[in-house]
């Protein structure tokens, strides 16, 4: 048996890990705004010692860019992990169980019902609509998840997820179907993923979002930590699970929300970065959650990379590099789990 940790020893791995990533994340952002139609080299670029048009092509193109898609990523990642430990379920992904295709869903209602949002005011629309897309669809899920019992039923969620994803999907297909070319040109770029997208008014709304759930999802690691003992122990233990749940589907849905309303759905971040953190350092939320956004922020900087330099002088939609990676991975893990499970 294994010695209880120290709390210097916890300390010490946090502080490590977080290092770690935080200089992997630095490193990324430099290596992403360097690399393009228009190289920048990275130490003119930390000197400052660049000509007007690279200055201009990194202030309106690269930095927007970098920024945005470090938002996403922790914000798909950091929901992922929160989510898996809430639910105690290693597939509870906001993509899998159809938080993502729900909030696109309704983004895509605002896009052709309303029109081309425009202006900040419209920015936190989009924002908002996918947010009550997204909290709507896991309100769903958990109504049908407690129809055995009063706990929520991992099967039944699962179930629900799928056949959401579903309808959202088909939802969607039909406003694809009706709507203009601009539309259609907006609802494509939706349903593939893409941060081309990326201007400062949309990364100071996104951020406004985005950065408070992520603070609040990591405040409450410790009680994610008991609630992994189950709901009748933590509660017990002092955790309010009914408002820690509450905490964090809102929490959740929130930072997926204004994550698809910036860059459409981007699937398996979520479902891949928490696997990736929890096999290298444990299950610890305290660690789990704040490496979880720093890694989602690299994965996602290195497809967002790959997508826009591996076609040049077209670009890929980000989702399918995402998907590329995120498919092999969910195999192996199907694979290494049921092989766990025999050997045991």
Known sequence: MQEPKTGMSFVTKR?????????????GMIVAASIGAMPISPLSMLQGDLSAGHQAVLATIRLPRVVLTVLVGAALAVSGAAMQG?????????GLIGISSGAALAVAVVIVVAGPASGVFGLYGLSIAAFAGGMITCMVIFRIARISSKAASVAYMLLAGIAI????????GFLTFVSDDQQLRT???????????????LIAVVASVVIPAVILLICNARQLNIMLLGEQEAQHLGVNSERLKKLIVVCTALSVGAAVAASGIIAFVGLIVPHLIRLAIGPDHRILLPASALAGAVLLLAADTVARTIVAPAEMPVGIVTSLIGGPFFLWFFVRQSNQMETA
């Open 15 to 27: 502080t490590t890990v977080l290092f770690a990533l935080g200089g992997s994340l630095l490193l």
């Open 165 to 172: 994803n579903a309808l959202a999907g088909a939802a969607t």
């Open 187 to 201: 609802l494509t770029f939706w349903t593939m993923g893409s941060l081309g997208q990326a201007l400062w008014p």
């Open 86 to 94: 809430l639910f105690r379920n290693p597939l509870a992904d906001p």
